[in-house]
């Protein structure tokens, strides 16, 4: 233990305190227009004493995370082997929600359309190296189409599905065209302003939206046309009465469960499918290197805006089921935390892999429905584990191994 | 036709005293983005913290102590700007300083994660509801213009934030020409590489352009809270696009172009609020934002960025 170390401690805990002071340590009591302060030092000292103990053991922390663990990878499979695996995972997840109870349904169907949200951004991100913190501007586009068509026109799920990826896609073109000749950091900016003036938009267009109260009373999808409703409407036969079941309502969340999930394999066919394309391979040239892009005669407008076009269809459908899941959208389901949080869950799962990208939509879904009672600090920690991620893992956590040849200079 | 000169009067004032607070926070935007090349997300955060710290100090201090009024709010700037300037300085060390040779994304998304932390670090220790900041400087100037019934009022708390604003700009000019400091940071701006070779401490230097970017925030952060009247953890961010917005307009990287583009944002949002309608101001400050970036990515003052390979 050295001295300087023991002083760096010491300057460090002192900052703790200036840190912690303002904002746990004196808190602001308003009584009417008085404002009084109530301070509890055990929480700056507490602060500080943590940080000094931290700061001092630091060195040797820091040796013993030099001897650094693998990175997890997945197991090394047989082509055979990994058919078999996805099979048998597809079965599960076809089969399960008979057996689960409502609630845990419920939550797959939330993170099944996360899934698709993280695959959607994972094109445009992982794949095309475009930094979208709008995304879920699109989201809405797609939530909201189905919600007007039913509104306006009385359309049900399954007419208004296409409506709704093609009208997301059709923003992303429009949008897409003009801010993709930006810098990276600029566009994100940029697409976090389209993002917020979506929202913004729908908060403000009363009479078209319903602004800040949004459209309620969306239906769930109809089987073939059959309506899953406990109560048919005149002339209207319902699924239970064809099939002469019982109604229960355990069937209709777990046929959204089931209808969402083969969107999202839908999904996974389309996106693992593109990439091996002349299209993806181009979306990852230029992501590495887009003056030898351009230099090789690619046109990295009309690429980038491929991506970005079908990164926000994905997300109007994922926002179709959004709709139809709650059976309400308002303009608060789609504020830029809801991009943050899909944005983490591509660079949590590593971008570029679907893999990861499904895992991640899994954890970010599951953990903080778990943690229900630590809902308070959910968002403290999310925003922690953003930023420690970026530091120590920011390939995320299923990173994808590239075949790659590198020169020896 | 007789009001519409004190009304523009009016608005120009309004859109001034809002200008000047954006200006504030784009100086932190412009010298971050300046030398590090990199959008700190949370600078917007850095400023609501200044915010409540202001509020801290005055409940310490008490509305009726008997102080007089500039001695109260001197000892508020004075403590935000200490605490803020501690706030920039860790936020940097911790969250950028360990990836500022990642590729581009990561120290952004990284901000990102620190501007989320940040709102919900606040929110947890006072509180997520909007918090109403006791009146300090009420009272008002009434000009009446050429003897129409239309007044312009001027409130005291918007004329000390333009006056403040004022003298921090022309305080920072002359430092950053003048001073040893400011002439490194100029020089970090233009080349951090070759900056360093000369002997420049760089990593001193940028810890420093986060401090000044965080003190002129909280100092942002102070003056609308008690011109306002009321504050919340999550003002933070849509100032903070603005603010961005007003450095991008001026050109990024520009301590003038910042001012220039806070000044110029404030005013068009309150004549699109005036004007148009108020519930879209903040599209009319995105919308400004898109297009600057479409048609001029370089701003107004900024220069044009070559990209060598």
Known sequence: MTKSNFSNALIA??????????????????????TSLKPQWNMILAGMAIVFVFQMIRPWLRALAGRRMALPALPAMTEAGRHKAIVFLILVSLVWPFFGDRSQVDLATLVLIYVMLGLGLNIVVGFAGLLDLGFVGFYAVGAYTYALLYHWAGWGFWEALPFAGAMAALFGFLLGFPVLRLRGDYLAI???????????LLTNLYSLTGGPDGISGIPKPTVFGYPMLRRAPEGVTTFHQLMGWKFDNQDVIIYLYLATLCMVFFTLFVSTRVIRMPIGRAW?????????????????TRIKLSAFTMGATFAGLG????????????????????????LSIVVLGGMGSQVGVILAAIILTVV????????????LVFGLVMVLMMMWRPQGLLPVKRPQVELKV | MSDLLPQLTQQLFNGLSLGAIYALIAIGYTMVYGIIGMINFAHGDIYMIGAYVGLVTLSAIGVNSGLPLPVIVLIMLVVAIAVTGVYGYATEKLAYLPVRNSPR??????????SIFLENWVAIGQGARDMAVPALITGSVHFTMGGSSFQVTASYSRIMIIVVTVLLMIGLSLFIKHSRTGRASRACSQDLHMANLLGIDTNRIISFTFVIGAMLAAVG????????????????????????????????GSIPGAMLGGVLLGLAETFAAAYI????????????????????????????EVEKV
């Open chain 1, 319 to 342: 926002g179709a089921f959004f709709a139809a899941r709650q059976g309400l959208v308002n303009p608060e389901s789609f504020t830029f935390i809801e991009s943050a949080l899909i």
């Open chain 1, 13 to 34: 805990a002192l900052m703790a305190g200036v840190l912690v002071a303002p904002v746990f340590g004196l808190q602001i009591v308003s009584v009417g227009l008085k």
């Open chain 2, 221 to 252: 952060g102070v003056l609308i809270a008690v011109a306002i009247g009321k504050l919340n953890p999550f003002i933070g961010f849509i100032a903070g696009i603005k603010a961005f917005t007003a450095a991008v307009l001026g050109g990024i």
């Open chain 2, 105 to 114: 994304l990561v120290p952004l998304i990284s901000a990102i994660g620190m």
């Open chain 1, 190 to 200: 940029v697409t976090l302003g389209f993002g917020e003036i979506i929202r913004l």
């Open chain 1, 284 to 300: 990852e040239a230029l992501r590495e290197d887009e003056i030898a892009c351009r230099s090789l005669g690619l046109n990295p």
């Open chain 1, 368 to 379: 903080p429905e778990l943690a229900r009672e630590f809902a308070q600090y959910r968002m």
């Open chain 2, 277 to 304: 309608s108020s519930q879209y101001k903040d599209i009319v400050a995105f919308g400004l934002l898109v297009f600057i970036l479409l048609f001029r990515p370089t701003g107004l003052l900024g220069k044009p």
